[in-house]
């Protein structure tokens, strides 16, 4: 039931008003619009994987995601949080991409973010493979500056390139550091894991000043007090952008990816991530690299949309109860 002092702002249909496996399939069955104009917060899908360099696929993640939304209702209980009592949100639906060519596809997402932040909206976008993030980065920072960056995920993402390319999945935070995007001593990478190339493959960040934070580091754990002092560190005015690997959870919660690696985060340590980010300047997230093709169950998808919703719920002003 909505507040009727705040309805104002969109509101997803209900189950109850209409059976949630019916009616247009947008982001939590909120409307649809074709540009950013009167939102606070832009829904973006991203429908790109030709970054990818093993199994493809996400290029169909925003439309799965889409679909498996409607479960997600719009109070979060734990957090006691009501995005669509803060933000006026709605599905602009997926950028038209290039799929032939990675880097004009990057430069219409760079153009699609753009617009969002002439609107005045907060882009939460949806992918696609991670080469996603590059663009989102390069528009936000044209208005943010270096930005602080929580950077959940199985792999650093910090190869020079991939088979001669300097634009590829697992290239997008060293471009990002290379083009001052990020400022490298509030940058948070979690849950890297498992094999390299190199026993130092994960050094390239420290050795930029970034932070990385293993999965190992994470088992058994809360992390709770690790978001405490990643706050700290990063501050609340500081604009920061969290970007997140569906892959930085374990194959067991999230086996719809295309490398996917053992030993990953729960689905309770990914919420404790995003739940975290409350307190910051969030100016932007992402969710990523969810392969429907890979997810027989559809519950990595349903997982990543209500990830979304907890970013929605972690923006600065969104509204709790307590
Ligand atoms: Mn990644
Ligand atoms: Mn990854």
Not at 36 to 47: K, S
Not at 67 to 72: A, I, M, N
Not at 222 to 228: A, D, I, K, N, R
Request: with cysteine; net charge negative.
């Amino acid at each position: 039931m909505s507040n009727p002092t705040v309805e104002k702002y969109n509101q997803p249909t209900g189950g109850n008003e209409l059976p949630r496996f019916a009616g247009h399939t947008s982001f939590f069955r909120l409307p649809v619009q074709s540009d950013a104009t009167g939102l606070d917060v832009a829904l973006l899908g991203m429908p790109v994987d030709i970054g990818t360099s093993n199994r493809s696929g996400s290029r169909f993640g925003p439309r799965q995601i889409r679909t498996e939304s409607v479960l997600v209702r719009p109070y979060g209980m734990a957090t006691q949080a009501a995005p669509f009592d803060s933000f006026q949100v709605a599905d602009i639906g997926d950028v038209a991409v290039n799929p032939y060519n990675l880097l004009k596809t990057v430069d219409a997402i760079e153009l699609a973010v753009d617009k969002i932040v002439e609107a005045g909206a907060k882009p939460i976008s949806v992918g696609g493979d991670h080469t996603c993030t590059l663009p989102i980065l390069r528009s936000l920072a044209k208005k943010h500056g270096s930005m602080a960056l929580i950077h959940v995920d199985a792999h650093a993402d910090t190869n020079d390139e991939m088979f001669g390319e300097k634009v590829a999945h697992g290239t997008v935070f060293r471009r990002a550091i290379e083009e001052n995007l990020i400022d490298t001593k509030k940058m948070f990478q979690i849950g890297l894991r498992a094999t390299g190339y190199a026993e130092d493959d994960f050094d390239w960040s420290r050795g930029q000043g970034a932070t990385v934070i293993t999965a190992e580091e994470c088992w058994y754990k809360s992390l709770v007090p690790t978001m405490e002092q990643i706050r700290e560190t990063i501050g609340p005015d500081t604009p920061a952008y969290l970007t997140f690997d569906i892959d930085g959870l374990d194959p067991s919660v999230a086996p719809g990816t295309g490398t996917p690696e053992p030993g990953g985060l729960s689905s309770s340590q990914g919420l404790e991530v995003i739940r975290g980010c409350y307190g910051l300047n969030l100016v932007g997230c992402d969710l990523m690299e969810v392969s429907p093709p890979y997810d027989t169950s559809g519950n990595t998808s349903l997982l990543g949309a209500n990830l979304i919703f907890e970013m929605l719920c972690s923006l600065p002003g969104c509204i709790r109860r307590t």
